[in-house]
């Protein structure tokens, strides 16, 4: 009797805290009203829309500035040539069009990455897995991103698959995916480089493997667009690094948190 008591425990522990998280991201859900909508709907897509369809910047987007193209916020073209070309599918549509298809393609991707993190052959008959994962997709990042039209998604969906290609033993293909999703948008690269030291510490054959997948990715985006990498490396991150963003939350980097100005070192204010 006693054994199957202690037997019970976990199982019911378990539920308990699932309920837990349930009711914490219930709770969490109403955050949505804290986003600053913008005038419109799909601000970030505006800017590649306008990149794509303009004649003096579809097949090269970083020469010309966004005021020429009448960006919203008169945004130049910030992001790597690979993501830039990702969106190539924007010249087809309307921008009407082109953010009712993203806000959808972004939330069938975001369920399609979800057998990725559970350890389960039956993902979609789990019911609290959905239900949690739904109450995921509700939270202000994802309504944030859909409001936004942002592209972090594919970043999402790239690491993902690096992920899970991993679990299938593949460290080279997974390292790929981690790579491409580097090149898409820099800032994975600081996880895979962490990622790739770590397992060249802790297993160096799966960790060269990883490391020898990630340098292949960007080395093969960085040929497929030698020009344009380099007009982006030597120019228009020097320029974008130049840019200090407001101090609030929504601001993208680090800067935001400290008051920088030339010859006086930073100060936290609002980390």
Request: glycine content about 4%; some cysteine; charged content about 15%.
């Amino acid at each position: 009797m006693r054994a199957c008591e202690d037997a019970g425990r976990p199982a019911s522990r378990q539920r308990r805290h699932v309920w837990i998280l349930f009711l914490f991201l219930l709770f969490s859900v109403p955050s949505y009203t804290l986003i600053p909508f913008f005038s419109f709907w799909g601000l970030d897509l505006q800017n590649l829309y306008l990149f794509q369809n303009s004649p003096l910047t579809q097949d090269q987007p970083y020469l010309v500035s966004g005021a020429v193209v009448n960006d919203a916020g008169s945004r130049p073209m910030n992001y790597p040539p690979l993501l830039y070309w990702s969106f190539v599918w924007l010249r087809a549509l309307s921008f009407e069009a082109a953010i009712r298809v993203w806000a959808l393609v972004s939330v069938v991707m975001m369920l399609a990455v979800l057998p990725a993190w559970l350890h389960s052959q039956r993902v979609w008959d789990d019911r609290r897995a959905l239900m949690l994962w739904v109450l995921l997709l509700a939270q202000f990042p994802m309504i944030f991103a859909l409001e936004r039209g942002n592209n972090d998604v594919l970043v999402v969906v790239l690491w993902s698959a690096a992920y899970f290609v991993f679990r299938l033993q593949l460290p080279f293909w997974s390292g790929a995916a981690a790579g491409t999703a580097a090149v898409l948008k820099l800032y994975p690269g600081v996880a895979c480089l962490v990622v790739g030291l770590g397992l060249c510490v802790a297993r160096p054959k799966v960790g060269a493997k990883f490391i020898a997948g990630m340098a292949l990715a960007i080395a093969a985006a960085v040929l497929v667009w030698f020009e344009q990498t380099t007009i982006y490396v030597t120019r228009v991150l020097p320029e974008f690094a130049q840019v200090a963003p407001p101090q609030e939350l929504f601001s993208h980097a680090l800067r935001s948190c400290f008051r920088v100005t030339r010859g006086s070192p930073p100060s936290c204010e609002r980390c």
